[in-house]
């Protein structure tokens, strides 16, 4: 996957070292050439579509490369990254997050490669977090450090479990031990900027076992702990604690994101392009196709779906549901400043009943889940989100422009 051979490798890592000492340099020195901070922002997502192997849970947007071209791939990620956030007149890249398939097969130079493209288009200010994914077989402590000078600072590990057997059961290729290594290895180079995956629900897999893998786990890592549910059609999310993210608190609150490379998702509002509306945007999903139509358009964008007021609330209600923070007031009226969180919520009786179960907080901070009611919010949002549908149908018409 990455440079062939020892010298192209080595010249590929110093490369990327050079490109992010640059970048550092030129931001500290005031000489940077990218846009003024302030302006449009957004959180960049780059897929990377290539995995080792197919785990057998999996379903994401990855391939098993043959014969790949490395070079082509990080030529069209290029192109694309500065296509959109010329696109959407983005200004400011708060968070680049490198997900996959395994970004941590991709060569060091790849990644320094984006990261020199976004910040000549775009500022990206020198303590931007900028994440990785890695699986413990793709990423050894030289590899790592090699990542680590072409500009990431935080690591997101795809540990899954702390036992062979259901290792094996998912089809991941690494070991407990494997993965307990890379950790460790990880939190040397990156301290306190390192999550993990645990899974939950997999078959035959019992509460007390887990529990004790959980307990292990945050005796090796207490930096950031990610929980997922076992689902066969895709690994959804359910609760996250620890660090906080930059880039995942970007989607919790309904920022802008541009989403680059093969089958990525991204939701902005393409000023650039004179938009008025923030859009839903698909890439092409196989690479081939994907890297023709960035070569002849400068960007893969496959779909876009205009989303209205309304979508952008609902979104608004069940991502922010999802934190501990809730939804406060003053970010509720920066999408909605005509109906108040009061005004949807505040006089429906089934939402009272929520309040008085104690699965829900309605006060002068805003609208949030208590611990009780985030463990059930899927159920809580099927109150929620038809309420706020026949509140805003009954709105008086807004003065405020769409999007």
Not at 23 to 47: D, F, I, Q, T, W
Not at 262 to 287: D, N, S, V, W, Y
Not at 386 to 394: D, G, K, M, R, T
Request: with cysteine; aromatic share 6%; glycine share 10%.
């Amino acid at each position: 996957m990455a440079l062939p051979g020892a010298r192209a490798r080595a010249w590929g890592w110093a490369a990327a070292a050079r490109a992010a000492q640059r970048r550092r340099r030129m931001e500290g020195a005031g000489g940077s050439p990218s846009p003024e901070p302030g302006g449009p922002r957004a959180a960049l997502y780059v897929h990377w579509p290539y995995c080792e192997k197919r785990c057998s849970y999996c379903n994401f947007n990855k391939y098993i490369p043959q014969g790949l071209e490395e070079a082509a791939m990080q030529k069209c990620l290029v192109t694309e990254a500065q296509t959109l956030l010329r696109l959407s007149g983005v200004q400011r890249v708060e968070s680049v997050f490198f997900g996959g398939g395994t970004p941590s097969l991709a060569s060091p130079h790849t990644v320094a490669a984006v990261l020199d493209a976004v910040a000549q288009t775009a500022h990206l200010p020198a303590d931007s977090e900028v994440t990785l994914e890695a699986n413990p077989t793709s990423a050894p402590a030289s590899r790592l450090a090699e990542f680590g000078a072409a500009g990431v600072n935080r690591l997101s590990i795809g540990l899954q479990s702390l036992d062979d057997t259901e290792l094996r059961l998912l089809g991941r290729t690494h070991s407990a031990s494997d993965a307990l290594r890379t950790l460790a290895e990880a939190r040397c180079l990156f301290p306190g900027r390192v999550s993990v995956d645990l899974m939950l629900g997999l078959p035959a897999q019992q509460v007390g076992p887990w529990l004790g893998q959980l307990q292990e786990l945050l005796h090796h890592c207490d930096d950031h702990l990610s929980l997922y549910q076992l689902s066969l059609e895709r690994g959804t999310a359910l609760f996250a604690q620890g660090a906080l993210s930059t880039h995942n608190w970007t989607y919790w609150q309904c920022g802008q994101y541009l989403g680059i490379g093969p089958g990525a998702h991204g939701r902005f509002m393409p000023q650039g392009a004179g938009g008025h509306t923030r859009e839903a945007r698909i890439q092409t999903l196989e690479p081939d196709n994907w890297m023709k139509e960035v070569m002849r358009f400068g960007h893969g964008t496959r779909k876009r779906v205009p989303l209205g007021r309304l979508e952008l609330l609902e979104e608004v209600l069940a991502l922010g549901l999802r934190t501990d923070v809730g939804i406060t007031h003053q970010h509720w009226e920066q999408f909605e400043p005509q109906l108040t969180l009061w005004d949807m919520f505040g006089a429906n009786k089934e939402v009272q009943e929520l309040l008085e179960r104690g699965l829900l907080q309605l006060d002068h901070r805003g609208l949030r889940c208590s611990w009780k009611g985030l463990a059930v919010l899927d159920s809580l949002l099927l109150t929620l989100l038809p309420q706020l549908q026949e509140a805003w149908q009954q709105r008086a018409p807004s003065p405020v422009p769409g999007g």
